[in-house]
Every structure is written in structure tokens, then in C-alpha cells.
């Protein structure tokens, strides 16, 4: 090989490793922009706050059913999504719309694990709020009793479908209200919740078929109202 040749391979070569390290530095910082908990943080199902056969009205089976199926299933299919994110996101071949696809599942299935996380959590009491809590509640509503009716009759609005109730209290507007939701993902801005009831079918109709209003019965009847002020 002559001494031309051997400069021109030399060249060649060290173009070749350069633009190698080039493309592993640019996948290095792109791994990189897409690492960290929003992408890859996993959750564990929380366990139940009570022992599920101390529920007055709501079975064991139903409420281990609801825990196992539902809230669970919520949890494997949010760390499902959350760790196809990365490597979608990388992906150039990816649209937009699709990544977006993602996006959605992951904001429907994080509100499902959260919403269900808070309705466990504010049952397994005895369902009888404390003079100075409905006082409280009583203030916002005009009287307690005003309070509980509209809660009750959104819930009997959602029966037979999905959706939520939930008792909440706006930051931004200063509001301690009520609020429908139709779905995982229709929760108001800057809302806290105080109060959740689930009222897709699967939280009664193992105990109750289509009677709803049975179940929004017994709900009342476990609320644990220790956690709803320790939320208010």
C-alpha cells in the first residue's frame, strides 16, 4: 500500500470511529433525557387499610375481588405503560399520535390506582363522622344533611355506568364541593380529594346487582371519617 493510500484508509478509519462515538454519545444523551421516575418508576399495590371481612354491608369477596382485579390490574397495566415510554419515546419511527396513545393510557390508569388507593384508604370505619366534621362539612353546604343528599344523588346518577364521586376541596377556588366524574381522568383542577366513592359496577353488583343506591348505602355505612379529616 503506498504511503497516499495508507493516509487516505488512515482518514477513513478515524472517520468511521469518530462518527461512531458521534452516534453512541447522541443515544447515550437521549437514553439519558428519557430516564429518570417518569419514565421508569414502578408501583406496588398498596394494601388494604382493614381487615376486609370487618366491612358492614360490602363482602369480603367483593372488596378482595375489587382489590385483586381493579386496583391491581390498574397498577401492572400503569407500570406496563410507564415502561414502554423510554423506548417509544427514542424511537423515531414512533408518531407523535401514538406516543400520545400512551400518554392517555397512562393518565387513565394513573388515575384509577390513585382514586382507588384514596376510596380504600377512606373505608373500614363506622361510618359516623364527628360533631365538629360535619360542622365543617355542614358549612359548605348550607347544613350536613344538604351535604350527604347531593353526594348520594350524583352517585345515583352514575349508577348502572362508571364514574366517581368525590368530595373534594378546590385550592385554587377556595371551594370544599362535590364533584361527578365520569371516568379516571375527568378529576377537577387543583382538587384535593377528601371524600371518594367509586361507583363503577365492579365496587357492587358482586353484592348488590344493579342496586346502587343498596350500595351507597353500606359505602356510608363504612366510611372511615378519622382519614376524611386528617384530608380536610
Known sequence: ??????????????????????????????????????????????????????LNGISEKLIQSHWENNYSGAVKALNTVRGRLPAALNDSTVPPYVYTGLKREQLLRTGSVVLHEYYFANLGGNGKPPGDLRTRIGASFGTYDAWESEFRKIGNGLSGGSGWVVLGYNRKLKLLENYWMADHATAPADTSPVLVMDMYEHAYQMDYGAAAAKYIDAFFNNINWDVVAQRV
Open 1 to 54: 500500500m503506498s504511503d497516499a493510500s495508507r493516509r487516505v484508509f488512515i482518514r477513513g478509519a478515524a472517520a468511521l470511529v469518530a462518527a461512531g462515538t458521534l452516534t453512541q454519545t447522541v443515544k447515550a444523551a437521549e437514553e439519558k433525557r428519557s430516564s429518570g421516575p417518569a419514565f421508569d418508576a414502578q408501583q406496588s399495590p398498596v394494601p388494604l387499610p382493614f381487615d376486609p371481612k370487618s
